[in-house]
């Protein structure tokens, strides 16, 4: 059995994830989004989806991109 990486739960059920060339373990897609997913710059929650990018930062809408004063972004239609 394998340790997840986040939560350290032993499961016969983990898999890897390689990012970057650095792989982690994880028992759940919870643990996964946890430890891989990035932060809104505004509001920190973590963004599951595509996200809004502006200035070399991440947003997970345009309303907290436009609160950080990306007044441009919209979301995606």
Not at 45 to 60: D, K, N, T, Y
């Amino acid at each position: 059995m394998a340790t997840c990486d986040t939560c350290g739960n032993e499961y016969d059920k983990t898999f890897t994830v390689t990012r970057d060339g650095i792989s982690s373990t994880f028992d759940s897609f919870e643990c996964a989004a946890s430890a891989l997913a990035p932060d809104c710059a505004h509001c920190g929650c973590r963004i599951l989806g595509h996200g809004i990018e502006a200035e070399h930062h991440i947003f997970c809408c345009a309303h907290c991109a436009r609160k950080a004063g990306h007044l441009a972004v919209v979301d995606h239609v």
